[in-house]
């Protein structure tokens, strides 16, 4: 069976859809927020996660643009519900890289018929081994870095803040959203410390003439450009 995340604000519906998926067998993983949920990928890669497009922390869809955008999840298979069901968000949902949407209030026969469709289908292809960004390697199986094919040692942290930054190059994230996405939600650090990572990472990318890719957008935050 496979191991499945469910991403709901609501308890009542979340159990729900726990409770259906765990009578099939499958293993199931719950959180109520977007800092919740990404934790738990980096705790256990789940085959499939269920993700409601409304969460307190973070829309669904932008969850699921992260999710698509990372090196190591984007071969997830996602299936977005939502209350409304309107057909503004089914394709939002669909063009943001969902495999499936259901509506609210979910029909279990329809939604467990859904979730054996999208693990039919096979994972998405696009999550490459290796990510490229100039002379910058990295290897997402291995979490390994490469400049110009020489090895570089990076700390736990700061390797998944160059591979979230560069998986996302050119777009800016705050302190706070940094903190969301590369750090687990509860582990009590303060934004301040994403500073400090950063010039971690500088003082090592540098020697290769990589540090200017760590650009900082005054008032906004970071981001990861080969633009320089």
Sequence with gaps: MASILVVDADANARSQIALGLRELGHD???????????????RNKPDLMVCDFSLPDLAGVELLSDVRGSGEYRAVRV?????????????SALKSGADDFIAKPIDMQEFLARVDACLRRPANNVATREIHA???????????????????????????????LVSNQDRVYSRKQLLLHV??????????TIDVHIRRLRSVLEPFECGGYLQTVRGSGYRFSLKM
Excluded at 184 to 192: E, L, T, Y
């Design 28 to 42: 199931v993983s719950e959180t109520s927020d977007a800092g919740s949920a990404l934790a738990a990928f980096r």
């Design 79 to 91: 299936l977005m519900t939502s209350e409304s069901g309107r057909t503004a968000d089914v394709v």
């Design 134 to 164: 100039g002379a910058i390697s990295i290897d997402t199986i291995g979490h390994r870095v490469a400049i110009n094919g020489n090895y570089i040692s990076l700390a736990p942290r700061e390797y998944r803040l160059l591979l979230f």
């Design 183 to 192: 750090w687990d939600k509860d582990s009590g650090v303060g934004a301040r």
